[in-house]
T-cell receptor, first 115, second 114 residues
Framework: DAGITQSPRHKVTETGTPVTLRCHQTENHRYMYWYRQDPGHGLRLIHY???????DKGEVSDGYSVSRSKTEDFLLTLESATSSQTSVYFC??????????????FGPGTRLLVL | GDSVTQMEGPVTLSEEAFLTINCTYTATGYPSLFWYVQYPGEGLQLLLK?????DKGSNKGFEATYRKETTSFHLEKGSVQVSDSAVYFC?????????????FGKGTHLIIQP
């Protein structure tokens, strides 16, 4: 357990509305990630953060923005939700052992349905 | 770019059977390799990992060996239980994560029948 929580755990929203998902971690990890999971695609990286106010795009960033104003919180925003953004969203952190071993640990996920 | 290929299944086995889930990868460098498991309705849990060629990761009776010559990281277990029913993901990661993050296979759905 890497001390990661996500909120909300489930959400139903309508097309065109803004949605914000929150990832909270308690262990002061520098790197945080947002992935989405879809059938037949595994998990794909949306955005990541390498420190407070430092973020960058991943493979499937279109339609998403992120913010990180505190080490412990990483927010994912869908500015105007679309049905194609119906998915399960996972937050992750990186844990390092020395310089050469990195492992990512995942939160419990948020299931989002856009109608 | 980098990619991970694994059988999608479902793979159905009887309890106490031997399990192999194949995973092969293409990579331009020397990544670390991982197996994650996802039980129904839950998030991903790290099952095992290997950071360099010939390393063997093991956990809960599962094993996988990092084979650079065949670019493979096959997951094995000698005797599966009903409780092993889940989706298993093979993934690779370069040091420093960042822009690429984890590259996942599509997942293998494993069903163990009593």
């Amino acid at each position: 357990d890497a001390g990661i929580t996500q909120s909300p755990r489930h959400k139903v929203t309508e097309t065109g509305t803004p949605v914000t998902l929150r990832c909270h971690q308690t262990e002061n990890h520098r790197y945080m990630y947002w992935y989405r999971q879809d059938p037949g695609h595994g998990l794909r990286l949306i955005h990541y953060s390498y420190g407070v106010k430092d973020t960058d795009k991943g493979e499937v960033s279109d339609g998403y923005s992120v913010s990180r104003s505190k080490t412990e919180d990483f927010l994912l925003t869908l500015e105007s939700a679309t049905s194609s953004q119906t998915s399960v969203y996972f937050c992750a952190i990186s844990e390092f052992v020395g310089r050469w071993q990195e492992t990512q640990y995942f939160g419990p996920g948020t299931r989002l349905l856009v109608l | 770019g980098d990619s991970v290929t694994q059988m999608e299944g479902p793979v159905t086995l009887s309890e106490e059977a031997f399990l192999t889930i194949n995973c092969t990868y293409t990579a331009t460098g020397y990544p670390s390799l991982f197996w994650y498991v996802q039980y129904p309705g839950e998030g991903l849990q790290l099952l095992l990992k290997a950071t360099k060629a010939d390393d063997k990761g093991s956990n809960k009776g599962f094993e996988a060996t990092y084979r650079k010559e065949t670019t493979s990281f096959h997951l094995e277990k000698g005797s599966v239980q009903v409780s092993d029913s889940a989706v298993y993901f093979c993934a690779l990661l370069y040091l420093g994560g960042g822009a690429d993050g984890l590259t996942f296979g599509k997942g293998t759905h494993l069903i163990i029948q009593p």
